[in-house]
């Protein structure tokens, strides 16, 4: 059973900074492209940054330069080190993993983690 849980989400104010982490486990996250998206209040669901296995990162345009997405695959952790926070990141996080596969050769899917909340208040 696939299973990612973020922590790391709290309340800080705008500047602030934050490490969000996401425990994967039940499968081969090593080949899987592994990110983080988020969702404000009464918007949708949003990208904000992948790392590929192979070690390549992709951002959207609002978090560039100050988020930083890493992970380590011994231990299939995925980690969001975000920086200068502002009020317009407020939202819940969502650990992804994405094209994950269970087994070897079996099917890719995507998986979600239940999100951890991340306020940016003063």
């Known amino acids: 059973q696939v299973e990612l849980v973020e922590s790391g989400g709290g309340l800080v104010q705008p500047g602030g900074s934050l490490r969000l982490s996401c425990a994967a486990s039940?499968?081969?996250?090593?080949?899987?492209?592994m990110g983080w998206y988020r969702q404000a209040p009464g918007k949708q669901r949003e990208f904000v940054a992948v790392?590929?296995?192979?070690?390549?990162?992709n951002y959207a345009d609002s978090v560039k330069g100050r988020f930083a997405i890493s992970r380590d695959n011994a231990e299939n952790m995925v980690y969001l080190q975000m920086n200068n926070l502002k009020p317009e990141d407020t939202a819940v996080y969502y650990c992804?993993?994405?094209?994950?596969?269970?087994?070897?050769?079996?099917?890719?899917?995507?998986?979600w983690g239940q999100g951890t909340q991340v306020t940016v208040s003063s």
């Open positions: 039940g499968g081969l996250f090593s080949l899987a492209t």
């Open positions: 790392r590929a296995s192979g070690g390549a990162s």
């Open positions: 992804a993993a994405l094209g994950l596969r269970t087994v070897v050769g079996g099917r890719a899917k995507d998986y």
